[in-house]
């Protein structure tokens, strides 16, 4: 019954420390628009209804980059806004396509904004939302959460560590 439970708490400790590197990992990687990029994907979560209601907010979504040549009229992209002061992550059916050269194309959306294909996320086909992750992600993201959730608990753990090998050193003399 020990040795369960033992293995029980060591995998919870060894989960606690994966998420807990996971989550300073996408603070530290996150860009001035809250994306974090790893290889072709890109990980953002949903603030303040900023894509409009197909998405919740605090959901967790994850964009494969699309090739420009796999962009049609009709699709629906995810972008980096630079029109506006407030870094934010738009949604928005292309109307039209142009391709500047081999690697560049501007997209312009159904609201008459024009984009070039380096702000390009990815299309709604190569996106996939997680409702759950994303509150939870939100939670452990913030200020308090990742102070009261990951830095407190850490602290204290070193803290007893080094209470344990203080004592067991006195209790060897």
């Not at 293995?7 to 001035?32: C, E, M, P, Q, S």
């Not at 994907?41 to 900023?50: C, D, H």
């Not at 992600?137 to 102070?147: D, H, I, K, N, P």
């Amino acid at each position: 019954m020990k040795k369960g439970l033992k293995a029980f708490l060591g995998v919870l400790v060894i989960l606690y420390i994966l998420i807990a590197i996971l989550t300073t990992t996408f603070l530290i990687k996150r860009n001035d628009y809250g994306v974090v990029k790893i290889g072709d994907k890109s990980y953002f979560l949903v603030e303040n209804e900023e894509l409009g209601e197909e998405y919740d907010n605090h959901t967790l979504i994850v964009v494969t980059r699309t090739p420009n040549s796999d962009i049609n009229v009709g699709d629906n992209v995810f972008y980096y806004d630079t029109y506006t002061h407030n870094k934010t992550i738009k949604f928005n059916e292309v109307t039209k396509k142009e391709d500047i050269n081999e690697n560049e194309t501007t997209f312009t959306t159904k609201d008459n904004s024009s984009f070039s294909s380096s702000f390009l996320l990815g299309s709604e086909e190569n996106m996939s939302s997680y409702v759950l992750f994303g509150k939870i992600f939100f939670v452990l993201q913030s200020r308090w959460g990742f102070l009261f959730l990951i830095i407190f608990p850490l602290l204290l753990a070193f803290l007893y560590e080094i209470y344990a090998l203080v004592k067991e050193v006195k209790g060897n003399k």
